[in-house]
């Protein structure tokens, strides 16, 4: 069998902390006026955070690679298809 | 004994056309995550149509996200996290054989998850009070329009759709709390509870985007 390294509890709780600063963060932001700046940072925050959930709390870190695979692209995804649809918008 | 009877039923589990049990769960974990990559591309239609009606209707989609309850959103969003690592603490605490703590994490994540439907329902009775409802029925003349109209059609859509994901992840976690509780699920064979987590931190993982989307956007 080939060892690998697992997560210990002391990664869940520092996620789940981190987790809890970056809403707190992004909450505080949203109260500053950042003019077109906000909606994309608030967004970077989301991305980073959902990124501590995917490799923490889905086991993705443990993960191999096809499996790590999936998420990356289905993100690509979305973002195509949202990059897309608003510039089209846009640029009417 | 026990460890003989787990022997046993490890080979009884592993199908014919897989060579062996780590095998076949690294299948099964593949097959939930494209699974999870599938729900989130129905929430990503969504997502797209968010991304257009901003940008064609950028000043009333700012003033009706804050017209939204950003205390009961931003509430959610702690406790929807929160909920996110109790479950990753079941699994957690059941790698390390303490079964009883795995199954008072999942109970715990349970009432986090009613405690979001309660206050995504108070939210709901808000908006219903004020004429704020989807398509032809929204009434509230206070916001912009037509893109007020566009942006609570929205978000009808899309929290209604992830509270329903929500009442499917706590169903999953019932199953697998119980077969925690029957033993069916141990700290040698767990990987049913670990799909149960899987699907709700996706779950988690969309709220997380629902949440500046909807409350924070300005």
């Known amino acids: ?92 | 004994m026990a460890s003989h009877d787990e022997a046993v039923s490890d080979e009884h589990l592993v199908r014919d056309w897989f060579e062996d049990r780590a095998k076949q769960e690294h299948a099964v974990r593949f097959g939930m995550w494209l699974f999870l990559g599938s729900e989130t591309l129905l929430f990503a239609g969504l997502f797209g149509l968010y991304a257009t009606y901003r940008v064609a209707h950028t000043e009333a989609f700012l003033a009706a996200s804050h017209h939204n309850n950003v205390a009961i959103g931003t509430i959610n969003t702690v406790v929807l996290i929160t909920s996110s690592f109790t479950v990753a603490w079941a699994i957690h605490a059941l790698r390390e054989n303490r079964p009883k703590a795995a199954v008072r994490s999942i109970g715990w994540t349970l009432l986090f998850a009613t405690a979001f439907l309660v206050l995504k329902g108070i939210e709901y009775t808000q908006h219903f009070h004020e004429g704020i409802l989807p398509g032809y029925h929204y009434r509230f003349a206070e916001l912009p329009q037509p893109g007020a109209r566009l942006f609570f059609t929205l978000y009808y859509f899309m929290t209604a759709l992830h509270a329903l994901h929500v009442i499917g992840g706590m169903v999953f976690l019932v199953v697998a709390g119980h077969m925690v509780r029957r033993g069916r699920i141990t700290a040698r064979r767990y990987l049913t509870l670990e799909l149960a987590g899987l699907y709700w931190h996706l779950v988690d993982a969309i709220w997380i985007f629902l949440w500046p989307l909807l409350y924070i956007a300005g």
């Open chain 1, 1 to 92: 069998l080939i060892a690998i390294m697992q997560l210990t509890g002391k990664h869940y709780v520092r996620s789940w902390l981190a987790l809890l600063a970056l809403t707190a963060l992004s909450f505080a932001l949203s109260r500053v006026h950042l003019g077109h700046f906000g909606p994309t940072l608030a967004l970077a925050i989301a991305s980073g955070k959902a990124l501590i959930v995917a490799l923490v709390f889905m086991h993705l870190y443990e993960g191999r690679f096809m499996t790590q695979l999936i998420p990356v692209i289905v993100v690509a995804f979305v973002a195509i298809l949202c990059l897309g649809l608003a510039s089209d918008v846009a640029a009417r």
